[in-house]
């Protein structure tokens, strides 16, 4: 409890997101156990975690794309398991998420993808929609690519055209889930870039998962570390890096979990979580 | 005690999928009816594209076939006017089957195998690539976006199909007509507008209309309940195709049924 409250007195900002005891399932399986944190307006956090550690749930859970067994996600004073669809479109607009793989719209060109909530969304004239993708993708380093198909854009370019798209209504949190995933080092450092640019350009609150660790020491202002579904460690970069906590050791030390030894151990493992 | 347990279960199972349907048809109802009064710029423009898929696309191989099936009607039926030396009953014969039930089925058939299946596999690679997610994150409401288009266009493009492939079945019976029984073009259509009352047309007309909401439901459905992986993708495709030929032709009896005993001629 105490780590959780002490950067609240420190940056005192407002919250953009509150995690209040989150819990969810897939089936009997129980993903994320009693999750609570604050992302602070105009924070970047960074969810750090492996494979399998619930991070990736807890997005989509932060997005209001999957909804919690218990336990509320608010946003702007309202909880996103019970707002009325309305507005549910209306928190929506001012979010703005970049996927693992872009989740562009194959069947539109880039400056097509961008240009989609602007022209659902808003009563903008076409030539102003023009101006505002170009300036998007110029703010993405994509300018020239408006008539690409996504599939016609390597990796990187795909990334940053997802986030020129989840740029275009302004948002004022925005999601990247995985941003450097399958990128070489030079590209995924040019997306931090990005981010930081964005960052220090708009003052936008940003929600990273990742599990790159060079990624999220250069992007977090503060940062959680996950560990089979539940928050291990959660602080400032610094903070994390002074962490004593074996596993989030473990995962910055980049250790491998140990074998197990011995026919106890073994047993113990493969009878672990069964209910006899 | 188990072969009950199945059947019943598998009853169950068909009532809920048909259910599903229903619900998601009236989400496109709703999102049809509101739209207009909402902002919605892009709404016309893809549902123009749908049509052009769905009924201009469909539109050459459709006319092969149904001129084939009109030409296939007159010759089978042949052979048992001939016996009864009513071989000028021919061009009723053609007219009326396929009016009534084959152009309709034939249509219905030629738009499953074409857009039934795009539809499963566009959204459901759409969901596997999480686009269906962006879709969301946007507001944008992917029954509302992505089906009800597509249902508007197939309702408007199935009855517009099935008068096409009526108009060809006719034209594939009147090639025997002249060629083997003795009419000529002209006394032929003259025999085809004699012996079809207005109600063979509407009835099939009635039966696209219901058809098109059968594909489209159903190959949406498919798509928006694909897994995730690529060959999902596919399954969802092949069980799209198999279980709108299968709604299709079992909505066609129903209202075969009904037409015959609520309202006979």
């Known amino acids: 409890m105490q780590e959780r409250n002490e950067p609240e007195r420190k940056t005192g900002g407002q919250v953009a997101i509150g995690v209040r005891n989150v819990r969810m399932s897939y089936g009997e399986f129980e993903v994320l156990h009693d999750i609570t944190f604050d992302v ?14 619930g991070k990736t749930t807890l997005l989509r859970a932060l997005m209001g794309l999957e909804k919690p067994v218990s336990g509320a996600i608010l946003v702007r004073g309202h909880d996103l398991c019970c707002v009325p669809p309305k507005e549910m479109a209306e928190l929506r607009k001012k979010f703005g998420v970049s996927f693992q793989d872009g989740a562009l719209f194959g069947s539109m060109t880039i400056g097509e993808n961008v240009a989609l ?7 903008l004239d076409d030539s102003t929609i023009k ?15 408006e008539d690409y198909y996504p599939a016609q854009l390597s990796g990187g370019m795909k990334k940053r055209a997802a986030v020129a798209r989840a740029l275009t209504l302004d948002p004022e949190i925005l999601f990247f889930d995985e941003p450097s995933a399958g990128l070489d080092p030079i590209v995924a450092a040019g997306i931090d870039e990005l981010i930081l640019k964005l960052k220090r350009a708009f003052g936008m609150t940003i929600v990273v998962v990742t599990h790159e660790l060079a990624s999220a020491f250069r992007i977090a202002d503060r940062m959680i570390v996950m560990d089979r579904g539940k928050i291990i460690a959660i602080g400032t970069p610094e903070e994390m890096k002074a962490s004593r906590h074996p596993r989030v050791r473990q995962f910055f030390d980049r250790v491998p979990d140990q074998e197990v030894s011995g026919d106890d151990g073994l047993l113990e493992r493969l009878t672990r979580n069964l209910r006899i | 005690m188990a072969v009950i347990e199945t059947v019943g279960q598998a009853a169950i199972d068909g009532l809920v999928y048909v259910g599903d349907l229903a619900i998601l048809t009236g989400r496109c109802a709703h999102a049809a009816v509101t739209a207009p009064f909402q902002w919605r710029r892009l709404r016309g423009e893809r549902i123009i594209r749908q049509a052009m898929a769905v009924g201009v696309g469909a539109i050459p191989v459709l006319s092969l ?10 010759l089978q039926s042949a052979y048992e006017l001939r016996k009864l030396g009513a071989i000028a009953l021919v061009a009723r014969v053609v007219a009326i089957s396929i009016t009534r039930e084959l152009g309709p089925l034939i249509t219905a058939i030629v738009v499953i195998g074409r857009s039934g299946s795009a539809f499963a596999a566009e959204i459901g690679s759409m969901k596997v690539n999480s686009e269906l997610d962006a879709l969301e994150t946007m507001a944008l409401d992917p029954v509302e ?10 309702v408007v493009m199935l009855p517009c199909l099935t008068i096409w492939a009526d108009f060809l ?9 002249v060629a083997a029984a003795g009419f000529t073009l002209g006394t032929y259509l003259h025999a085809t507008l004699e012996s079809l009352a207005y109600r063979d047309i509407v009835t099939g007309l009635i039966k696209s209309v219901v058809f098109g909401v059968v594909i489209t439901a159903v190959g949406s459905q498919e798509g928006l309940s694909t897994g995730l992986g690529a060959e999902q993708v596919g399954r969802s495709t092949t069980s799209a195709v198999v279980k709108s030929i299968f709604l299709v032709v079992a909505v066609d009896l129903v209202f075969t049924s009904f037409f015959y005993f609520a309202a006979p001629r």
């Not at chain 1, 909530?117 to 009563?123: D, L």
């Not at chain 1, 101006?131 to 690519?145: D, I, N, P």
């Not at chain 2, 076939?65 to 007159?74: K, L, N, Q, T």
């Open chain 1, 117 to 123: 909530p602007v022209r659902e969304h808003t009563r």
């Open chain 2, 65 to 74: 076939i149904a001129f084939f099936i009109g030409e296939i009607m007159a």
């Open chain 2, 145 to 154: 976006f992505l089906v009800a288009p597509k249902l508007m266009a197939a």
């Open chain 1, 131 to 145: 101006v505002l993708v170009r300036l998007k993708l110029e703010e993405v380093g994509l300018s020239g690519f």
């Open chain 2, 169 to 177: 079945g006719v034209l594939g019976g009147a090639t025997f007509g």
């Open chain 1, 40 to 53: 602070k307006a105009g924070e970047t956090m960074v969810i750090l975690g492996g494979s399998g550690s």
